[in-house]
């Protein structure tokens, strides 16, 4: 099956107007989409930024005439906003199976010297080595952000064996499960989603992981632990806000991974964390950083 697909290129300033006009106009769906490589970050509460320069999506039945289409959106659109609909292109999106498009472009990936994250459905590509079969499901955690990325290589880095880990806002257990199968002992996983703890045991599950050695748990209902390896992949914002409770379940000599970081972010949460941890040099990966430390 085959739709329309509208496109508007508009300011801020005009996004709901264009918004309000698909909908009028019968679209079955509307996106909104950064026009310009303008990163949003860490939006106060109860705010919902626009990017300055935002492409508008609109969705319709392949069934309209595209250029019936085009004359009615310009008319409500004039009503709406008293000037013509900015810039704009109708096309013919051809339906694909977007899971399966999804699934073929997801490939295995290598991160530091031992581990490989594997989608479920595809065969390891080193059969002997650590790998980490991984069906992101419901939560976020895939390894291909570069984040992720830097956290892997951390963990193989530095899991030497018998470790209890932490993993702050685990999302798709990814970076606990990674540390259990290079060798750690125990792992405890927090995440304020409750899809995020499904996710994590399921792909616990997936990896032969017993159910002795992890813990998922709701940020309220974690248990007081002092872990031997810390690793957040949050956002600065909760990284400074949390920084006490983080610091809090790391044990004395702990190692600390932190990521979800702009580089220019890297300054201050680093000098949050020294108030606990002697803290290293950042790492960089692309525009995004890891901070390691050990707990003094």
């Not at 309209?64 to 959106?73: G, K, M, N, V, Y």
């Not at 570069?146 to 880990?165: A, N, W």
């Not at 290079?182 to 032969?208: C, E, F, H, S």
Request: glycine share 8%.
């Amino acid at each position: 099956m085959s739709w329309i697909q509208i496109r508007v290129h508009t300011h801020s300033d005009l996004v709901s107007q264009v918004e309000d006009t698909l909908m009028e106009c019968g679209s079955l769906s509307v996106t909104l989409k950064d026009d310009a490589d303008q990163p949003i970050l860490e939006p106060e509460l109860g705010t919902t930024p626009i990017w300055d320069d935002t492409c508008v999506i609109g969705l319709f039945e392949a069934s309209r005439d595209p250029d019936e289409l085009s004359a009615q959106l310009n008319q409500v659109f004039q009503l709406k906003a008293k000037t013509e609909l900015p810039r704009h292109k109708i096309e013919i999106l051809e339906d694909k199976d977007w899971v399966r498009e999804w699934m073929d472009n997801y490939h295995p990936m290598q991160f530091g010297s031992r581990l490989w994250v594997c989608p479920s459905w595809r065969q390891p590509p080193e059969a002997d080595a650590v790998n980490l079969m991984l069906d992101p499901g419901l939560a976020f955690g895939t390894g291909t952000h570069p984040t992720t990325s830097l956290c892997l290589k951390f963990l193989d880095r530095e899991i030497e064996g018998d470790e209890l880990v932490v993993d702050f806002g685990c999302g798709s257990g990814i970076l606990g499960i990674a540390a259990l199968l290079l060798g750690a002992k125990q792992m405890v996983g927090t995440d304020i989603d409750p899809q995020a703890l499904i996710a994590t045991r399921d792909n616990a599950n997936r990896n032969g992981v017993s159910e002795t050695q992890y813990d998922v748990y709701l940020p309220e209902d974690t248990p007081a632990t002092q872990a031997d390896v810390t690793v957040a992949n949050i956002l600065a914002g909760p990284l400074e806000q949390l920084a006490p409770t983080i610091a809090g379940l790391t044990r004395a000599g702990g190692k600390l991974a932190l990521s979800g970081l702009l580089a220019e972010q890297a300054e201050t949460i680093s000098r949050c964390y020294g108030q606990w941890f002697t803290m290293n040099p950042p790492e960089q990966e692309g525009d995004w950083i890891l901070l390691t430390g050990i707990k003094r």
